[in-house]
Structures are given as structure tokens and as C-alpha cells.
């Protein structure tokens, strides 16, 4: 069997982003997206939500490139001058796992998020974090302890396999190579605290190393070699760039992301290769990690 989760990051960070995950769930494949609670159009993303039933919504925890939800002088240690989180990912990385100070506010930020996704309403269908930092160990095993107490049960495993993802783009393949190896360790803890906690994930992920990039043809060479068993495919679509994006982003090719998303190839590509799609909420033990 084949099944795709089809997933749009970074729902609530613009009108331009919210605006074309509802085109791409109305027009086109999108099942899920996940919702970045504290970001400028959070409220505008959670009206949309509540007016498309069949899209799955899951929490983007924040705690680099973002806002957060609590104030500064709670989490002084998170943020950075602008009071807004820092941007150097291994910097982050440090701080969370060897100062209690950092990760007792950390993990407050994190229930902060958590408590504020469950007072939208929304049933919360699975967790990622953003730039993939929930490989992290101290992060993922506080989303995992704070998540169980919010109904957490599915998380996002960002394992993309290099040669199918190489393959299907075409370039990078030292860059994928290295990040494979870079992240094998902690993705394999990571599955592995996965089960033991009992939470679901998708088998593999595609998009990690693709991102802002996922075009048409690029999921149209893909869909063919996806390996048996459940993967997701993320996406980071929008009308186009906006006021305050994150200059990690310049170069992104947002509205080419919704037209993949919407563009009635690739849905037949589905069809023909006989690829089903299923969202984080249905997953079952036997069809997950």
C-alpha cells in the first residue's frame, strides 16, 4: 500500500499563506495544515478552519524564526532583543539541552501553544515544529510529555529518504546525503520515543530538503517512486512572498507550491499510481511508525 499525507506549513504566518492553503484544500489535494499559533494572522488562519471541516489542523510549535505565545519577561532566555525568537538554529540547539533555566522556559512556551491551539477549538490532528528543530531531543521529549496532556497522538517524523528525494528533484545530492547522516541518530531516537509513547507518525516525509521548492514537476517525478507504506508530502504555499517573512524564505516559490497543490495533474497522478490519501487522523498503529 501507498498513502500520502499531503501537509501545508505555516498556517496563521500571512493572509497570502491562508488565503492559498484554503484555495488548496478547497481547489486541490491539501488535507492538512499546521497552525502557527502565535503568528500575525493566527486568528484569520482559525476562522478559516472552522469553515472547512475536512481540513485536518495540526500545532507548528514555534521556538526559533517566530513569536511567541507568552510574554517576554517570562521567557527572556528564548528571545532575542527584538523579543522575538532567535534565528540560529544550533545556538537553540545548545541553550535547550545543557541550561534547566532555558528549558524550564521552554517548556512553559511550549504548554503556552499548546493551551492556546486547544482554545480555537480546532481537534488537534498532529505536531511539527518549525525548521524541523522537534528532532531535537530535549524539544521532542517536552512536545511529547506536554502534548499527552493537550491529546497528542500523531507527530511528524521528518525522515525523507535521500536517493528517492534526489531522484525525483534531480539535484543536491551531497546536501541530502549530509543531512541524512547529520540527522540518522536523532531520527532513529526519535522513532524509537515515538513508540514507546505510543504516538503515530507518517513512515517518511518528503519536502525536508525541497522546501519552498515543490513544484508540479517535482511532485509529478516523485509520486512514482514513493515507497510502500505512508508518507507525507509538506508544502509551504502562498499567493506570494509578504511584508515580514523570515529572509530564510527569499527564493521560495510559494505560488508554484499552491499550483502543485491545486493543479489537476498531480491529483490524477494520485489516481493513476494508485496512491491514497489519508490525513494524521487516520492513521492506525499498523498504518503509522
Known amino acids: 500500500m501507498k498513502a500520502v499525507i499531503i501537509t501545508a506549513d505555516d498556517f496563521g504566518a500571512s493572509l497570502s499563506v491562508n488565503e492559498a492553503i484554503e484555495r488548496a484544500h478547497r481547489d486541490g489535494i491539501l488535507g492538512s495544515a499546521s497552525l502557527m499559533v502565535a503568528a500575525p494572522a493566527a486568528a484569520d488562519a482559525v476562522r478559516r ?96 510529555a506536554v502534548g499527552r496532556e493537550y491529546g497528542l497522538r500523531a507527530v511528524r517524523l521528518p525522515y525523507e529518504p535521500f536517493l528517492i528525494s534526489w531522484r525525483a528533484a534531480g539535484d543536491g545530492f551531497w546536501m541530502r546525503c549530509g543531512y541524512a547522516l547529520l540527522l540518522a541518530p536523532w531520527l532513529h531516537l526519535m522513532r524509537a520515543r515515538l ?11 518528503f519536502g525536508v530538503n525541497d522546501a519552498g521548492r515543490m513544484t508540479a514537476a517535482r511532485v509529478l517525478r516523485l509520486l512514482p517512486r514513493l515507497p510502500e507504506g505512508v508518507s507525507e508530502i509538506l508544502f509551504h504555499p502562498a499567493l506570494g512572498a509578504w511584508a515580514g517573512a523570515s529572509p530564510a524564505t527569499r527564493g521560495y516559490a510559494w505560488a508554484d507550491e499552491l499550483d502543485a497543490l491545486t493543479n489537476p495533474l498531480v491529483a490524477a497522478a494520485l489516481e493513476r499510481h494508485g496512491i491514497r490519501r489519508l490525513t494524521f487522523g487516520e492513521l492506525r498503529g499498523d498504518d503509522g511508525a
Open 49 to 144: 478552519a472552522r469553515a472547512m471541516p475536512g481540513l485536518r489542523v495540526g500545532l507548528h510549535v514555534v521556538v526559533v524564526n517566530g513569536r511567541p505565545v507568552l510574554p517576554a519577561e517570562q521567557i527572556p532566555d528564548l528571545l532575542a532583543a527584538d523579543g522575538q525568537f532567535g534565528t540560529h538554529l544550533f545556538r537553540a540547539g545548545v541553550r535547550f539541552f545543557f541550561s534547566p533555566r532555558v528549558r524550564r522556559q521552554l517548556e512553559a512556551e511550549i504548554r503556552a501553544q499548546f493551551a492556546a491551539f486547544q482554545a480555537t477549538g480546532l481537534t488537534l490532528d498532529h505536531v511539527d515544529a518549525q525548521n524541523h528543530l522537534h528532532v531535537h531531543p530535549t524539544l521532542f521529549a517536552l512536545i511529547i
Open 195 to 205: 513508540r514507546r509513547a505510543r504516538v503515530l507518525s507518517s513512515d517518511f516525509t
